[in-house]
């Protein structure tokens, strides 16, 4: 199987992966950590807008900060004649027309969180984990450079859990037992 293949949710539940742990540590720095907040409600048919997260104070005190992240199998077919900065600004360009109005609307921000499944990171990515390495080192009292370098691992393991997942996981839902009504289940201390 390949990186591509939308067969058994393995993408969506990778990109949660990466969504949740970026939310964790968002968390340590910041407050107003909201997951999945709603940009926009769909209207007559048409779907709402929802972005990975929301958190309050990031660029600027008073305003909220939303994100969505994205992972770009850069190696595809698709993408052969180009290279990562060429195609993580193209998908940020897709995101930020997607979600600026509706943030601005909301008197917010949109950072795009673009990552390759090689753990390559588009510049709005890394300026994001720079704020939150500073963030967090002033917070702790710790260097920079070792508050940088454990954001960054984090980060990159969430990557290798999601694509690790689109690589191995199982494309087919594994069935349970069917015990619905726990008569299986043995009785322990039963004399």
Not at 67 to 78: E, L, T, W
């Amino acid at each position: 199987m390949d990186l591509t293949c939308k067969k058994g949710g393995l993408v969506k539940q990778g990109h949660g992966s990466i969504r949740d742990e970026c939310g964790m540590m968002a968390s340590l720095a910041w407050t107003g950590i909201c997951k999945e907040p709603v940009l926009r409600h769909g209207i007559d048919g048409s779907p709402g807008l929802v972005a990975d997260l929301k958190v309050q104070g990031v660029w600027d005190g008073e305003r909220p900060a939303f994100f969505d992240n994205r992972v770009v199998n850069a190696d595809a077919a698709s993408y052969v004649s180009r290279d990562w900065p060429t195609i993580s600004q193209q998908a940020a360009n897709t995101k930020h027309a997607k979600y600026d109005r509706a943030c601005e609307d909301l008197r917010g921000s949109f950072t795009p969180l673009v990552v390759s499944c090689d753990g390559a990171l588009h510049r709005e990515y890394e300026t994001f984990l720079k704020r939150l390495a500073n963030t967090l080192s002033e917070k702790w009292s710790k260097p920079y450079s070792q508050v940088a370098l454990w954001v960054r691992v984090k980060t990159q393991f969430s990557v290798i859990r999601a694509v690790s997942l689109r690589l191995r996981g199982p494309r087919r839902q594994v069935r349970g037992l069917g015990l619905e009504d726990g008569a299986a289940i043995g009785l322990h201390g039963e004399d």
